[in-house]
């Protein structure tokens, strides 16, 4: 179980004052997601001198919800894709969203016959069939199979396997006992595969059980390896999700800031996705009658703990969030209280010794809701992110520059936008890929 360390913070920012806590880590979490708070500025971190880690995030996805309705009680196959290759792997599981203990019976991982969609822009789909050899049953502490209570999650023993960057991997889960909500990740703009019966298919090799698809990730969390030097995590919502890339294609600019990464003299880092469609910083989703089959998940504030300062070998975190808090009601019409959410997040990140690049928020006029005066707060926002935040932030990433038009600034350029004015498509994915200033990471 993990060990809770509380920390409390408390300074000023805006004129206003904010307070974090925060949760050490352990093999397991238990009970409920941490709880919506934030923290003023930390002091500047030189760059990192620290050793590598053991073990770095080599993909994520943030859980935002449970289904009631989909099939939880079949074995799932999640076809998930590395943003960087080790000889050792293991896999996070989480019941975040259940309403009761779930009994993950038997899980498995395998790379795929089919490596996806790759950096180099070719494309081979994965249907579900392992690569002959390369399964490998998963235990915790030992043991086959392992049961974890509603808010927790777990984390496999590691296995030997060659884990290549770059390519799908195959981590399947059966739960002998149909749980009555399953924790997923939604809108992944990934196919996975789910078995036609609720016989255990967690070692099949084959696809020949796995005759349906889900657009969601269940209960898989995180994959990590050994032998990286370090995961940055990008934290956000439905930008970061990925929205409007190409379904299958692995075009997130997560995905292609790891691929920037892999062909520079920079450090090939692992790319942590944290984005969640819909998700704000501020407030849960459909506040105040959030509910955990909410797609859009809890606050920004409410899930940092798991989902950036948890990930294995996490080092950087890069911010990018506030547009629905401008545009979701109810509307945040105060600038002061989105730079203080942003900043309280940094500060946590900071106090755990990681570094924190802020991105400013895109153009969206021309989306439905967009108002001048709504554009107002986000054009505050950004220049008190690009004005150095008094402090707040180790870089700054101007995504709102990288998309813009230069001739209608409040706007996406044409090149860049997904169709509905909001969304980047996977020429915009690259534009904020190519963005980041690499010597801050």
Partial sequence: MRRLLIGVVVASILSTTL?????????????????????????ALPPSTRPGPD????????PSSASRTRPPGHTIRNVVHTTIGGPLVRVRLSNRFGAEPVRFGHVTVALSAHSGGRRDGTMDPSDGTAFPGTLRDLTFDGRGS??????????SDPAPLAVPADTDLLVTVW?????????????PKQKSLVSADTVDRAGDETATAFRRGVWAWFYVTAVEVTGAPGTIVAFGDSITNGAESTPGRNRRWSDLLAARLATTPDPD??????????????????????????VAGRSGRARFAEDVLERSGVRTVILLAGINDIMQAPRETDPARIAAGLAGLAARAR??????IAGTITPWEGYPGYTPAADRVRQRVNSWIRSSAGGAFDGVADFDRALRDPFQPLRLSVRFD????LHPNDAGMRALADAVPLDKL
């Fill in 175 to 187: 739960t002998p006992v149909r749980p009555r909500a399953g924790t997923l990740h939604a809108e």
């Fill in 418 to 421: 997904g169709g509905d004015h």
């Fill in 146 to 155: 392992v049961t974890v209570p509603p808010g927790g999650d777990v984390l």
């Fill in 351 to 356: 106090a755990e010794g990681l570094r924190v």
């Fill in 269 to 294: 880092y692992g790319v942590a996705n944290a984005g969640i469609s819909g998700n704000r910083i501020l407030l849960d989703a459909r506040y105040p009658r959030y509910r955990p089959t909410a």
């Fill in 55 to 62: 073990f770095s995030t080599a993909w994520s996805a943030a």
């Fill in 19 to 43: 307070t974090v806590t925060w949760m050490a880590l352990g093999p397991l979490r238990s009970g409920a997601p941490s709880p919506q708070a934030s923290a003023q500025a930390a002091p």
